[in-house]
Structures are given as C-alpha cells and as structure tokens.
C-alpha cells in the first residue's frame, strides 16, 4: 500500500498563462507615444532690430536712386544725342519691309507725327476735331480753310483756333520763332472741348449746352 502525503488536500489551482491573440501591449503604453513624439514647437516672433531695418532701408534707397536718376538722365541724353524716339517709327517699318509685309496705317501715321515740327503737331487738334466731330476736311485744304470750318462749327472755340493758326503761320511764313507752349495750350483746349461737345451731341443731337 503506498502512502500519499497529500491525499486529504484541495489540488491547488494554478493560474494560466495568457494566450497570445497577435497583439501585444507593451508597458506603459500611454507613455510611450508621449515620449516618441517630437516635442511641439512654439511659434516665438523673431526678434528684428529696429536699427537695423532702418539700415538696410537707407542702403537699400542710397542705391535705388542714383540708380534710377543715372536712367533717366541717360535716357534723355541718348535721346537727345541720337533722337531715338523719333527714329523707332522707322525702324519698325523697316522690319516689317524686309519681311515682305506691309507697314500698318498707324506705323504710318506714327513716323509722319514724329517727323512733323512741335507747331504742326499742336495744329493737327484742327484736324482731330473736325474727324471726331464727322466733318473731316479735304486733302487740297488749307489749315485756314481747315481752322474756320471748325470755327464755324463751334463758335465758341474762335479764339482758340485763331491763337493756334496764328502760331502755325508764324512758323511757316516769317522768320520769327512760334510759341510753342501757347499753340499747345491752345491746342489742348480745343481737343478737350471736341470731345465735350461730341459727347453733348451723342446725348441731345446738338454741340452747345442748351439754355
């Protein structure tokens, strides 16, 4: 018969040790993230030094300007020396002959105005007025004939016209010199009242402001 030391005991109850379901859950999970991520960045303003913004500005003027006065001043001196504005209108329409086409009407009309004398340019107001308002004169025309069929359409333009065709004839048939600063003047009025009296006349049909 054999003796059994422990017959008259409960079997002891062990505990089982955990299944592995393919997920483990490393300790102290809550922390880990924290403790891998990168810590935040703070959005602190640069500190800028308020001498020395205003340094650079200084600089940065003291080398604009000289920069742009040496521009202007060769821009007029070239073309002064070399009458570049004058001579663009030709070279274009030398472009467009040597490829075979056709000069457009305003290149044209561009090369005539730069070639024309500063009196004449101020006279040609007498022609743009009597094209804006549909009265167009002939070629055969004279620039009287031309500056009292405007007077005869507005009146109120007489002396205008009579200063500027006194100063175009001055330049034409005497020796003396011509006031160009009044021909334009005189010039600038009657094309700013072309246009007012053409704009009168689209809404009421007629050039005078009525009474």
């Given amino acids: ?11 002891l109850s062990r505990s089982v040790a955990p299944q592995d379901t393919g ?6 999970a809550s922390l880990l993230g924290e403790e891998f991520l ?3 960045q703070e959005n602190i303003p640069l500190e800028t030094d ?6 650079n500005s200084l600089l940065y003027l003291l080398l604009v300007i000289p920069l742009l006065v040496a521009t202007a001043a060769l821009t007029i001196y070239l073309g002064r020396r070399y009458a570049i504005p004058t001579r663009i209108p030709g ?12 000069a457009p009407l305003w290149l044209a009309n561009w090369e005539r105005w730069v070639s024309i ?4 340019q101020a006279f040609e107001s007498i022609n743009f007025g009597l094209r804006i308002l549909k009265e167009p004169a002939p070629i055969h025309t004279t620039p009287g004939e031309r500056a009292n069929k ?16 006194d100063e175009h004839q001055t330049s034409l048939y005497t020796s003396r010199t011509a006031d160009v600063t009044e021909a334009r003047r005189a010039a600038f009025h009657i094309r ?14 007629s050039y005078f402001a009525k009474t």
């Fill in 1 to 11: 018969m054999k003796f059994e030391p422990t017959r008259n005991q409960n079997p």
């Fill in 23 to 28: 997920t483990i859950t490393p300790p102290n």
């Fill in 38 to 40: 990168p810590p935040e």
């Fill in 50 to 55: 308020p001498v020395a913004s205003t340094n």
């Fill in 91 to 102: 070279l274009l329409r030398a472009g467009f002959e040597r490829t075979g086409a056709q």
């Fill in 117 to 120: 004398s500063p009196i004449e």
């Fill in 150 to 165: 405007l007077a005869g359409i507005l009146p109120h333009l007489q002396n205008q016209i009579k200063v500027l065709l």
């Fill in 192 to 205: 700013m009242q072309v246009i007012i009296s053409r704009i009168r006349h689209f809404w009421t049909g």
